[in-house]
């Protein structure tokens, strides 16, 4: 990744590729009339096929650190490479073909129907009406929107969330390798910004874009990004690294106050049911004699059963008690049993726990099929080891990020920047830091999970 000259694996140019590798080469922009650069020699790694957000306050430089990658807006001085291509000289219309741009509420032209806003840039490119007609339905299916309710519509007769779609829809239509979103989720309300959000997680987990994400929302930066760049005035970099280590480790006041409150509560949205180890319940089904079902908890000392149907899918927890007024267990399902998926992250299940009361919930898998039993220690002792891994991973493969010295500079002396160095510091100095071991994604699967034999035994097991 050191290498400003790599190119991710397939041609840049070959359409069917995934992402490909983006380079900010010290790059400044000066507004006319302005006394200070909005964008102040940035140096930006951006690896391929990953997602980075760019947060930090309004004014920042976010927009224009973003515009000028698909050069909506021109670099006063400094090169943006593209996959090993410098694009800084290329005509702006042909690249930005290559590079979708998604913006607040789609950007959707009024007086265009779905179908029509989707195929602009196949029409451009002169695709044939065949592919372009498939391509549009293959698009809308991708962002859940049934093209033959949809295609149809103009953007006046959608939700905002949907708008919000057809967007994204409309910047993956010529397959280009890049994604640019501008606060692509800021006009939405809440719950509908989460549903676009997974989306755009499930979306990305097929297409495998490289995308370019602005926010003012920490939170939504932390869901999203296999990397934050945090900026203060002028684009300059506070922090490049992993959502774990800025949470873990933030370089500075100013970091910590855009973290805000309850660093350690968004760490469990950074890690999923099934990275932890589930504790095992006693299974009991439908007719089961009660007594044979009480010894079974006799033997491991559990003082809950999980009723499940024929399908192993939980329908009741049973205590003791409940349980000792039966004489086999009746075929009734409880309609508010704490269910968490296997996929959803901690902090759903730790809401699925508080909701219930029950200080633990069931984990279902594929088809709603019983899993195990996740409880609130289990969770917290997740959250503990992977801020002690978080700390111990020193972000050494972390992307370069930073605003003096050129990027051959930092790439000579090893992998310095990225991982929360002051603005003016320079390269960090090298060889201090142990090998983390992180994947180049910065999304360890196993950084979540809680010391192996982790019994669960509070709570309702
Ligand atoms: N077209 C422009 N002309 C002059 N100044 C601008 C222009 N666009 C943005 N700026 C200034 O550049 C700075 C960065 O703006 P911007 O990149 O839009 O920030 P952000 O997206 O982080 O809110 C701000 O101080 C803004 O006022
Ligand atoms: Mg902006």
């Not at 024929?310 to 205590?319: A, K, N, V």
Request: aromatic share 4%; glycine share 10%.
């Amino acid at each position: 990744m050191s290498e400003i000259t790599q190119t991710t694996p397939g041609a840049p140019d070959d359409s069917s590729v995934s992402g490909t590798s983006i380079l900010l080469d010290q790059v400044t922009k000066r507004y006319p009339g302005q006394p200070d650069p909005a964008v102040d020699g940035l140096t930006l790694e951006i690896p391929a096929g990953r997602i980075v957000m760019l947060v930090g306050p309004s004014g920042c430089g976010k927009t224009t650190t973003l515009k000028m990658i698909n050069r909506l807006i021109e670099p006063s001085e400094g090169r943006i490479v593209l996959g090993g291509d410098d694009v800084t000289d290329m005509d702006g219309d042909k690249l930005r073909r290559r590079i979708g741009y998604v913006i607040q509420a789609g950007g959707l032209f009024p007086h265009m129907t779905v179908e029509n806003n989707v195929a602009m840039v196949p029409k451009m490119l002169g695709w044939s009406k065949d592919r372009i007609s498939k391509r549009v339905d293959e698009l809308l299916e991708l962002v859940s929107l049934d093209p033959a309710l949809y295609r149809a519509r103009y953007p006046k007769e959608l939700s905002g969330g949907q708008q919000q779609r057809v967007g994204v829809a409309r910047a993956l239509a010529a397959d280009p390798p890049v994604l640019l979103m501008d606060e692509p989720f800021g006009a939405v309300d809440p719950i509908t910004r989460q549903r676009l959000q997974d989306e755009l997680l499930r979306i990305q987990d097929e297409v495998q874009k490289t995308i370019v994400c602005v926010t003012h929302d920490f939170d939504e930066a932390v869901k999203l990004g296999d990397w934050i760049a945090i900026f203060s005035n002028g684009a300059r970099l506070v922090q490049y690294d992993s959502p774990e280590r800025i949470l873990a480790d933030p370089a500075s006041s100013f970091v910590e106050d855009f973290i805000g409150s309850g660093a350690g509560l968004k760490q469990l949205t950074l890690a999923r049911v099934n990275d932890v180890t589930l504790a095992e319940a006693v299974v009991a089904r439908f007719g089961d004699d009660a007594k044979q079902v009480l010894d079974r908890m006799d033997k491991a000392s559990h003082d809950h059963a999980v009723v499940v149907d024929d399908r192993d899918r939980p329908q009741d927890w049973l205590s003791r008690r409940q349980l000792g007024r039966m004489e086999t267990i009746p075929s009734e399902a409880d309609p508010h049993l704490p269910v968490v998926g296997e996929r959803a992250t901690l902090n759903d299940a730790l809401d699925t726990m508080l909701v219930s009361s029950a200080g633990a919930a069931l984990v279902v898998g594929r088809r709603d099929v019983f899993r195990g039993v996740i409880d609130v220690q289990t969770i917290m002792d997740a959250i503990t080891a992977a801020h002690e891994a978080a700390i111990q991973d020193t972000g050494h493969d972390a992307p370069v990020g930073i605003n003096t010295g050129s990027m051959e500079q930092v790439a000579g002396n090893g992998k310095a920047a990225g991982n929360g160095q002051e603005p003016d510091g320079g390269p960090a100095p090298d060889g201090q830091e142990p090998d983390g071991g992180r994947s180049p994604n910065g999304q360890e699967p196993d950084g979540g999970r809680a010391p192996d034999g982790q019994e669960a035994d509070g709570g309702r097991s």
